[in-house]
Antibody, heavy 120, light 104 residues
């Protein structure tokens, strides 16, 4: 059974930093692209970042480019999202998700999310 | 930039009724890039449909997807109580705003 467990969320001041982690189990982690998606309170889903299986290629939403960095450690079955220069509009639940592995961009497994609140 | 539009934002239906949820993409896209998710309150999203019309593992047959080009549809043939939730259309990395299916 695929399991994804996010951690690292919390309250941070504007301009601060936070690092999220997502630890995976139940599949061959290194062969799958992984994704971060966020959801502001009461709002819809918002793609944040994608990292390929080797970690060699990463993608970012324009809203976080230059501030967030995605990485992975395949020896620990974990992906990370380093978030710097945080803004109030970054307040959201952050989900990590596993790419299905097909030709599209769909995610077939999701964690339960970790809440990030950016506020003074 | 591509825009994904889901309208209406809210669909009020009764259990047993058929639900038809449209998703419009601002330019023609490959069907491979379109997927649908269900999100119940307090839960993570769940993949229902990928490649516009393929059901994900474990998804009941009452869920079906169709469409091509710019117009795609998620259909729930007969609403069960657990189907009242928010549904998101995704094209590539872009999510629509979602359609809430609520009990009438």
């Amino acid at each position: 059974e695929v399991q994804l467990l996010e951690s690292g969320g919390g309250l941070v001041q504007p301009g601060g930093s936070l690092r999220l982690s997502c630890t995976a189990s139940g599949f061959t982690f290194s062969t799958y692209t992984m994704i971060w998606v966020r959801q502001a309170p009461g709002k819809g889903l918002d793609w944040v970042s994608t990292v390929t299986g080797t970690g060699a290629t990463t993608y970012y939403a324009d809203s976080v480019k230059g501030r967030f960095t995605v990485s992975r450690d395949n020896s620990k079955n974990t992906i990370y999202l380093q978030m710097n220069s945080l803004r109030a509009e970054d307040t959201a639940t952050y989900f990590c998700a596993k790419d299905r592995g097909g030709s599209g961009w769909e995610s077939d497994s999701w964690g339960q999310g970790t809440l990030v609140i950016v506020s003074s | 930039d591509i825009v994904v539009t889901q309208s209406p934002g809210i669909l009020s239906l009764s259990p047993g009724e058929r639900a038809t949820l449209p998703c419009r993409v601002s330019q023609s896209v490959s069907s491979i890039s379109v997927s649908w998710y269900q999100q119940r309150p307090g839960q993570a999203p769940r993949l229902l449909i990928y490649a516009a019309s393929s059901r994900a593992t474990g998804i009941p047959e009452r869920f079906s997807g169709s469409g091509s080009g710019t117009d795609f549809t998620l259909t729930i043939s007969r609403l069960e109580p657990e189907d009242f939730a928010v549904y998101y259309c995704q094209q590539s990395r872009i999510f629509g705003q979602g359609t809430r299916v609520e009990i009438k």
